[in-house]
């Protein structure tokens, strides 16, 4: 972590409240120790030295605004087929509409999308669920923060003057998902597992890009490896415990998968893209 001296005193803010709190580098070591033991490969140099370049900042930040609309929205999916009612169901759509009107309709901007990342109404466990309502107040939490990373990531892009326009999604989460099982309650399992997967390559990623972007955006992905990895460690356990058997086989499947899509050559270059062809 020798890169990451630089960031020794960033900042964790949070733009809506300017709540400062500081991190330091063994604070950063410790939040990263179990991601890198979970992930099976570390991103590939190669990939750190396409995202450094300052042309590339554009689909960087693009693609990573996109990647947190999707990260709430498969929670919200999540939730809404596996444990919330029917009321619950609407409001959770609800919730997202200014965002995707924004990242699909162009209708809306920065003033319209301004503390919308917080849900008025509670989210209620349908009454035949046999999840807990622990699944929906993890997943609710973590729309939550995502919707929130989504606003500061635009306000990166309108600080950079980078504007927004929509690109196709990278191969992979779709490649991870087509190794989903198709029968519940493995689905659920897989789902939850890919979910964890997903988290833990965002927070490494952001850590291994932060000391190569300037000041601002150093701090702001920073600022995210918390909730990045609590995201990781939430989807885990829900896994481990809505499984309630070992399912130690699964996760190690899914790592290869993963380790695979980050290897494997890439002629697309995005966020969670493989080796630059
Ligand atoms: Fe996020
Ligand atoms: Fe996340």
Redesign the pocket.
């Known amino acids: 972590m020798v890169e990451l001296t630089k960031v020794a005193s960033a900042a964790f803010f949070n733009s809506t409240t300017t709540k400062i709190a500081m991190i330091s580098p063994s604070q950063i070591d410790a939040i990263l120790e179990p991601i890198n033991q979970f992930l099976h490969c570390s991103t590939p140099d190669a990939w750190v030295e396409e995202a450094k370049r300052p042309e590339n900042l554009p689909v960087i930040l693009i693609d990573h605004l996109l990647c947190?609309l999707k990260?709430g929205q498969s929670a919200m999916y999540l939730i809404r087929k596996y444990a919330v009612d029917k009321q619950s169901s609407s409001a959770l759509f609800e919730w997202f509409k200014p965002y995707e009107d924004f990242a699909y309709r162009r209708i809306g901007d920065m003033s319209s999308l301004k503390g919308k990342s917080n849900i008025s109404k509670s989210i209620i466990a349908k009454s035949d669920s046999p999840y807990s309502q622990d699944l929906i107040d993890k997943m609710v939490l973590?729309i939550k923060?995502?919707l929130h990373?989504f606003y500061q990531v635009l306000e990166i892009m309108e600080k950079k003057g980078i504007a927004y326009k929509p690109i196709p999604a990278s191969r992979y989460a779709k490649g991870l998902l087509s190794h989903m099982t198709t029968h519940e309650p493995n689905t659920l399992m897989d789902k939850l597992i890919i979910g964890a997967y997903i988290?833990a390559r965002?927070?490494e990623r952001f850590a291994k890009l932060a000391p190569f972007l300037d000041e601002p955006i150093q701090k702001f992905y920073i600022s995210?490896l918390r909730?990045?990895a609590r995201?990781?460690k939430d989807y885990l356990t829900l896994a481990r415990d809505i499984a309630g058997e070992d399912i130690t086989k699964r996760i190690s499947y899914f790592g290869e998968i993963e380790a695979d899509l980050i290897l494997a050559k890439d002629t697309d270059f995005k966020f969670h893209s493989g080796v630059p062809a």
């Open positions: 947190e990260a973590l923060e995502e990373h988290e965002s927070c995210l909730s990045e995201h990781y």
